[in-house]
Nanobody
Framework: QMHLVETGGGLVQAGGSLRLSCRTD????????MGWYRQAPGKERELVAI???????NYEDSVKGRFTISRDNAKNTVYLQMNSLKPEDTAVYYC????????????WGQGTQVTVSS
């Protein structure tokens, strides 16, 4: 079992920036994949950015060039730097981790609200 805790959400004006952090209670080196999802009201949860243990990164098209995912292994933390925020980025953002051992385990954080005002 692994617990993920997100911090860094809040209210920001359009064009502003926020940095989300996701800290795990065990080494993130155990995770094959880490990433961020978001869910806006009335919509399905969608992938925002994903980072594999091998270093490959993928972004949802609407955030390319504005969001950056990164990790700090020493701090067991993954980040999502969000710049040039738009009202349509408003959502609850969830941290995600996948651990592949004898079985595949998926972990989710509790979510952090990001609200972008116009």
């Amino acid at each position: 079992q692994m617990h993920l805790v997100e911090t860094g959400g809040g209210l920001v004006q359009a064009g502003g920036s926020l940095r989300l952090s996701c800290r795990t209670d065990r080494s993130i080196l155990n995770l094959n994949t880490m990433g961020w999802y978001r869910q806006a009201p009335g919509k399905e949860r969608e992938l925002v950015a994903i980072l594999s243990s091998g270093g490959s990164i993928n972004y949802e098209d609407s955030v390319k060039g504005r969001f950056t995912i990164s990790r700090d292994n020493a701090k067991n933390t993954v980040y999502l730097q969000m710049n040039s925020l738009k009202p349509e980025d408003t959502a609850v953002y969830y941290c995600y981790g996948e651990e592949v051992a004898a079985f595949t385990y998926e972990y989710w954080g509790q979510g952090t609200q990001v609200t972008v005002s116009s």
